[in-house]
């Protein structure tokens, strides 16, 4: 039987290799998952390098990222999010992505990882609203900001209309 956290590790895995082969690092070789609470979720090595990769999902709302655990987790077939009328401006989705993405890396960017251990950390914002595109994600990067923080690079994941996984690099200061 498959566990919660093993659920999860899987997920973050699936999300950092998408990832990498995107940026085209598909010659980092996966490890193993981090320490929790000390080290990045992911462990690669490229060449004689170690690198780290923090995954963490933006969900649209937290109905969404409700019943995204539960369906993960096996635990709950109701759908919340669809279950209630989506009513707002035309671009609604827009403004509760670009605070969800906000969010998380303000959270992920206070925190203390053991960062010295590895030549490079970077953190994976997988976006998570069905409605997102790449139309969408020309809006929400210009409206994050990133502080200065210890991460080399944030990326932003997400699926386009179609399934399509796409990456935009986030920019410290904007």
């Given at each position: 039987?498959?566990?919660?956290?093993?659920?999860?590790?899987e997920i973050e895995k699936f999300h950092g290799n998408?990832?990498?082969?995107?940026?085209?690092?598909?010659?980092?070789?996966?490890?193993?998952?981090?320490?929790?609470?000390?080290?990045?979720?992911?462990?690669?090595?490229?060449?004689?390098?170690?690198?780290?990769?923090?995954?963490?999902?933006?969900?649209?709302?937290?109905?969404?990222?409700?019943?995204?655990?539960?369906?993960?987790?096996?635990?709950?077939?109701?759908?919340?999010?669809?279950?209630?009328?989506?009513?707002?401006?035309?671009?609604?989705?827009?403004?509760?992505?670009?605070?969800?993405?906000?969010?998380?890396?303000?959270?992920?960017?206070?925190?203390?990882?053991?960062?010295?251990?590895?030549?490079?950390?970077?953190?994976?914002?997988?976006?998570?609203?069905?409605?997102?595109?790449?139309?969408?994600?020309r809006q929400v990067v210009p409206q994050i900001t990133v502080p200065s923080c210890?991460?080399?690079?944030?990326?932003?994941?997400?699926?386009?209309?179609?399934?399509?996984?796409?990456?935009?690099?986030?920019?410290?200061?904007?």
């Open positions: 039987m498959t566990t919660d956290k093993q659920k999860q590790e998408k990832l990498l082969s995107l940026i085209n690092q598909q010659k980092c070789l996966y490890l193993r998952h981090g320490k929790d609470g000390h080290e990045p979720d992911l462990i690669y090595q490229y060449a004689d390098k170690l690198m780290g990769l923090e995954i963490t999902t933006a969900h649209r709302n937290e109905k969404l990222a409700e019943d995204c655990a539960n369906l993960v987790r096996g635990k709950d077939s109701k759908n919340k999010y669809f279950d209630i009328l989506q009513v707002g401006q035309y671009n609604s989705h827009v403004i509760d992505t670009v605070k969800s993405v906000q969010d998380c890396i303000n959270k992920k960017s206070s925190r203390n990882y053991d960062f010295n251990s590895f030549s490079e950390v970077n953190l994976c914002i997988n976006i998570n609203n069905p409605i997102f595109d790449r139309n969408d994600a210890k991460f080399k690079h944030v990326f932003l994941l997400y699926q386009d209309n179609g399934g399509t996984y796409c990456c935009e690099q986030l920019k410290y200061g904007t």
